[in-house]
């Protein structure tokens, strides 16, 4: 994605591999500090969910950039809306399996909040949501899915990218959002603290990105 070398470290206060994959597959030279902040974060359905999201991905950037003075460092979340339900990273199989069931055949929100600090403190925001439909998943299915550990680590206990599971029908826009940091917002974040400049990336910046229809880009105070 990035049109020529990029020799800054950029510092990821995430422990995601597939954010970490996301970053290092555009060019980023990264550091990964998990920031230790708990994602188990209780969400309710009056909350602005777009700006509680953003809030925890800023949280955990702050937590790691006092560790990381004077550089530039991004933190990231993502939660899974299903009815004016968040689901968050199952913690049991048990609890794995009845979200694939609830999310079986169905519509969902699935929404990333972006933050990034720049070498002076100083803080952007951005989420994006996107509208994703779930194809009909069997009881065996589910079964051997969760059975393969893979639901722990991922948002309402899926991932897109799994292909032998392929629990997606469709989605709206960005793929990678759904993966888990959108890089079309995630880039124009990085462009407005200072880190990027416009000529430094591709204006087709995301694979499955089509256009702003069905997600929604809110930009942070």
């Known amino acids: 994605m990035l049109t020529r070398p990029f020799r800054d470290v950029l510092i990821l206060a995430s422990g995601s591999p597939r954010r970490a994959e996301i970053l290092s597959g555009a060019g980023f030279q990264l550091e990964v500090v998990p920031s230790g902040v708990d994602e188990n974060k209780l969400f309710t359905a009056d909350m602005n969910l777009p700006r509680a999201v953003e809030h925890l991905a800023l949280s955990k950037a702050k937590s790691v950039s006092t ?45 990333t909040g972006v933050a990034v600090i720049d070498p002076g403190g100083d803080t952007q925001t951005i989420s994006v949501k996107t509208s994703v439909t779930m194809r009909g998943l069997s009881n065996c299915e589910i079964a051997k899915y ?75 105070e």
């Open 67 to 111: 560790r990381r003075l004077n550089r530039y460092v991004l933190g990231a979340d993502t939660i899974v809306v299903l009815d004016h339900r968040v689901l968050g990273k199952p913690e049991s199989s048990a609890e794995a399996t009845a979200m694939l069931h609830a999310l079986s055949d169905r519509n969902h929100d699935v929404i």
């Open 146 to 220: 969760v059975a393969s550990g893979s639901p722990y680590d991922k948002a309402g206990g899926y991932g897109i990218q799994d292909r032998s599971f392929a629990p997606v029908a469709s989605y709206g826009d960005c793929y990678l959002n759904v993966v888990g940091l959108p890089m079309c917002a995630t880039l124009e974040l990085l462009q407005g603290s200072g880190l990027l400049r416009s000529d430094m990336f591709s204006t087709s910046i995301c694979d499955g990105h089509k256009g702003l229809q069905e997600s929604e880009i809110v930009v942070g």
